[in-house]
């Protein structure tokens, strides 16, 4: 599928189904022929950006391998919320295994498929960022080392939601979350270096590593039918606001993507075998402010005192990124 | 059931040794089960391997602490470890070196022993001279077939041959028969000379 | 055909003969010669059509497992002691799961103090995982247990470990008989899974299970599990119609007919409680051993029947409880409850300390004349002094530190008279 030429701004969301575009160039969701993969009826929360990327991950993989998928999940908020026994919402063959190894069950179901001659069967996994960035760690970079055929999904809300809010390693400077209050002389969590997972991944030299945000869900779509030309390790980092452990708005899910990327804390790119291949730039900057304001982890910042310094702080990082990254079109730095 | 227990360090063969006259004398028949003294792996570290010889199934599983025969395969653990340990009076013994047991210090030893069962037979030269390198194990298997009989030449050399193809298995099969048969030269003198001072 | 090979060899080349889909397997100390030997057989395809994954940990190995067999491939792995340990939740994943996963477990020590030597506690501290655990005695055992797992784990659905002592099995070369593949195809027919990942009939496995149903689940594991009792000694009785021997089965007995006392055990060391049965038997006194091949689920009801003639029980086992007591020891307390029988729990060759003739012949003699108390636990050839001496030195306060270390500095180097 080609890549979506009309932009959303442009013809504002009444098209968000696609109904004034050509049918082929509608959007998987859009089609009445979807898999529908992840199926009404689970317990997200409303607003919930990780059941709205997994849907839109999910049934973009189902269309692009002709419905011959299985999909791996380890523990976290996109399991339980959809697998409430006796129930489940998945359409598709989906396999919990346990929260740290996401990944190796991947491979193994992978070799599976290869050994009983159905490499034409392709596997997903996904995670949320606890599962991939911290406790995965390990078997992520197993199979990145490995070059498994499998495309691995990241869906990053920024923290441990399912057990109740407490940071991981891809928590943001500054976030307060239930084991990194808003207490003390560093309020909320503490201004380390990071775990750049995206860079981590490229630095593997895999195939093909990709982030994305759910605002822009024709390029998620897109993201993944990519991943899926591609045979061996693959990976593909998904920003998911999360409202409830955010403290946002279950209205502001989408708003809060498109800032994340429009203020530079979130890069948005796509890399092949360890070089940066496509960059999506930012269309108008905005400070980090107007997207740090929307969400109570912050909150702390500001009011009478507030914490400026840590404000000018993120706006350094998020500057950092414009420039690391050429976020920014030609002469508009 | 003969129990042999092989004194050697790390690198020179000891395991392979004991793995070896296992495989020779079960081709010829009889149950044998030879294991190591395990642990990490390092070169040049005491290692002592064990193979037990016998006409029925072996059940024991411990290692050999009064051993039927001693081979020895590197004179300088002589007064580091006790190698004689268990050792039974009327025991075989083959040690690997180009001097005598006296020269060695173990005359008590020698008095101790039946004198035609501890012979001495210079493996690490003859290795050099028949595979290149000082690797005594073959030949030290070699000795304790013509000591002790408990296993062929043939049989020593099959299961050397099978286990190391080409140039290496007949180098090793050499110096297998070279130092079987100094063995048993070394016997035969030892044999005439009580005759004629009897 | 009988060969004279290394225990590691003949359980690869069982391994290879049962045609594994995939393998993934971490290396560890004293298993790696198994797994080193099923690379190289992958890679010239002795064993074709399998995939053999390099994993980064036994965790990613029982992992990469569970996600291959729930794909519907034969899956096999090998582990020891700390390996074991570390793929601790994937094995309680695999067993919830209901998936056929064979796995060799290449019995050592678990540390602190860190010990690459053989005993029972790593296999042990799993032995409520839900996987079934047999053990074997020789080489021969090992090699065939491995054939029988695969059908026990297939037709129930349930994961099967088969433990074999680490180096003493793994690195001992012995006469086995190798089956051909004839045989084992005959036997072991290709894997049909009971569930699979399959985009023609989807499925989703592993879903969460709340109050309102999950004593009802961990029941039916019970119950499957309790099936293998049964399933066991059939399959074991096929085995000896296809192959000419008795391998496997839940209980070994020898010389048990009309023994006062028996000696129960598991694992090689029944080898040499047999020498020294036979020297007692010489004697005239009437000692039997009974061998434990499957120790889960544990044959309550047939151990009961095995010991019911008995006065004495020896349990010489190679892994305790810490801060309870002996582990097979209980579970034959268990099974001989309300007989009138003494049972005497003896802990022995712990971290690959040899127990030998002479010792189980000293032990025996002090139990038959009633020298030993069945109150108490028991360690064969402790050195009482050199415990003494250490809790002594805590008494007194002096030099701070592990046990361990002090108690090295006593015994001396490792080199000195090491196999004694």
């Known amino acids: 599928m080609a890549f979506q030429e009309i932009k959303l701004y442009q013809t504002g969301t009444f098209v968000a189904g696609n109904r004034l575009l050509d049918p082929d160039q509608r959007s998987v969701q859009a089609r009445m022929g979807r898999s529908n993969s992840l199926t009404s009826g689970h317990r997200a929360c409303q607003g919930c950006g990780e059941a709205l990327g997994a849907r839109y991950v999910l049934d973009a993989a189902m269309r692009a391998t002709e419905g011959n998928l299985v999909a791996v999940n380890s523990t976290g908020c996109l399991e339980v919320f959809s697998t409430p026994y006796p129930e489940s919402s998945w359409q598709l063959p989906w396999l919990h295994s346990l929260f740290g190894n996401g990944p190796a069950v991947a491979a193994g179901v992978a070799a599976a498929l290869r050994a009983r001659g159905r490499d034409d069967v392709r596997v997903i996994g996904q995670a949320g960022d606890g599962g991939t960035v911290d406790i995965g760690f390990g078997t992520l970079s197993g199979m990145f080392e490995r070059n498994d055929d499998v495309l691995f999904v990241c869906y990053d809300n920024e923290g441990y939601m399912n057990t109740g809010v407490q940071r991981s390693g891809a928590t943001p400077p500054a976030a307060r979350t239930a084991n990194t209050k808003a207490l003390g002389p560093e309020p909320g969590n503490a201004f380390g270096q990071g775990k750049n997972v995206p860079l981590i991944a490229m630095a593997h030299e895999i195939p093909y590593v990709a982030t994305a945000t759910v605002a822009e869900l024709r390029d998620l779509e897109y993201k993944v039918e990519r991943a899926m030309s591609f045979r061996g390790a693959r990976y593909l980092h998904v920003f998911v606001p999360c409202p409830l452990g955010w403290g946002s708005d279950s209205a502001d899910t989408i708003r809060l993507a498109r800032l994340v990327k429009e203020t530079g804390m979130f890069p948005v790119f796509e890399a092949e075998h360890g070089e940066v291949t496509e960059v999506s730039k930012i269309r108008r900057q905005v400070p980090v402010e107007d997207y740090l304001r929307l969400q109570k982890r912050y909150a702390h910042l500001f009011g009478d005192p507030g914490r400026p310094d840590i404000v000018a702080r993120l706006q350094a990082n998020a500057d950092r990124n414009i420039a690391r990254f050429g976020l920014l079109p030609e002469g508009d730095e | ?198 | 055909m009988l060969s004279q090979v290394e225990g590691s060899q003949a359980v690869a080349r069982a391994v290879t003969l049962c045609r594994p889909q995939v393998i993934a397997a971490y290396p560890i100390s004293p298993q790696t010669h198994i797994v080193e030997s099923l690379s190289d057989r992958v890679r010239t395809g002795e064993l074709a059509g399998c995939e053999y994954l390099m994993v980064e940990s036994e965790f990613g190995a029982m992992s990469a497992c569970i996600g291959a067999s729930g794909a519907g491939a034969r899956t096999y792995t090998a582990t020891s002691s700390q390996g074991l340990l570390f793929m601790a939740e994937a094995l309680f994943n695999a067993s919830g799961l209901g998936l056929p996963v064979v796995m060799t477990v290449a019995n050592r020590a678990i540390g602190a103090p860190i010990n690459i030597w053989n005993d029972h506690s790593d296999a042990m501290s799993m032995r409520d995982s839900g996987w079934i655990q047999l053990y074997a005695e020789s080489n021969q055992e090992a090699l065939d247990l491995h054939i029988q797992a695969y059908r026990l784990a297939e037709y129930l659905s349930v994961p099967v470990m088969v433990c074999m002592d680490g180096f003493v099995l793994t690195h001992a070369f012995e006469q086995v008989d190798l089956p051909t593949q004839e045989q084992v195809d005959a036997f072991l027919p290709a894997f049909v899974p009971q569930q699979a990942l399959d985009p023609d009939d989807p499925v989703t496995i592993g879903a969460m299970v709340g109050p309102e149903a999950f004593a009802e689940v961990k029941y039916l594991m019970h119950a499957k599990q309790m099936a293998a009792l049964d399933e066991i000694p059939l399959i074991a009785g096929d085995f000896r119609d296809a192959f000419g021997r008795s391998s496997g089965g839940l209980l070994k007995a020898y010389r048990l007919d009309d023994a006062e006392t028996v000696v129960v055990a598991l694992g090689s060391v029944l080898g040499t409680i047999e020498e020294v049965v036979d020297g007692l038997r010489d004697e005239g006194i009437a000692v039997g051993v009974l061998g434990i091949t499957c120790f889960r689920p544990w044959p309550v009801a047939e151990v009961r029947e095995a010991l019911s003639r008995a006065t004495r029980v020896v349990v010489v086992e190679k892994a305790f409880a810490v801060g309870a007591g002996g582990i097979v020891g209980q579970n034959t307390r268990d099974a001989t409850r309300g007989l009138p029988v003494e049972v005497y729990d003896v802990v022995a060759g712990l971290g690959g300390r040899p127990v030998t003739r002479a010792s189980l012949r000293r032990l025996l003699d002090e139990v038959l004349a009633g020298q030993v108390d069945p109150q108490r636990l028991h360690f064969l050839d402790l050195d009482l002094e050199l415990v003494q001496r250490e809790l002594e030195r805590s008494r007194r306060g002096k030099r701070p530190g592990p046990h361990a270390e002090h108690m090295l500095r006593d015994v001396g180097t490792v080199a000195s008279g090491a196999y004694e």
């Open chain 2, 1 to 198: 059931m003969f129990a042999v227990r092989i004194h050697g360090r790390g690198g020179q063969g000891a395991v392979t040794a004991a793995e070896l006259l296992s495989v020779a004398a079960f081709d010829e028949g009889r149950h044998a089960q030879a294991f190591p003294t395990f642990g990490s792996e390092r070169t040049g570290a005491p290692v002592v391997s064990f193979c037990r010889i016998d006409d029925r199934p072996i059940r024991l599983r411990e290692p050999i602490t009064d051993p039927d025969a001693l081979i020895v395969q590197d004179p300088t653990l002589l007064h580091q470890v006790n190698l004689f340990a268990g050792l039974r009076p009327d025991g075989f013994l083959v040690l690997n070196t180009s001097r005598t047991l006296p020269d060695l210090g173990l005359e008590d030893l020698v008095r101790r022993l039946t004198p035609e069962h501890a012979v001495t037979v210079p493996a690490t030269e003859i290795a050099r001279e028949h595979l290149g390198r000082p690797l005594p194990n073959a030949a030290l298997l070699g000795a304790f077939s013509a000591l002790t009989g408990q296993v062929s030449l043939g049989a020593v050399c099959d299961a050397i041959r099978d286990r190391f193809p080409g140039e290496v298995g007949a180098g090793n099969a050499r110096a297998a028969t070279v130092a079987h048969e100094h063995v048993r030269t070394s016997l035969e003198k030892m044999a005439g000379g009580r005759v004629a001072g009897a």
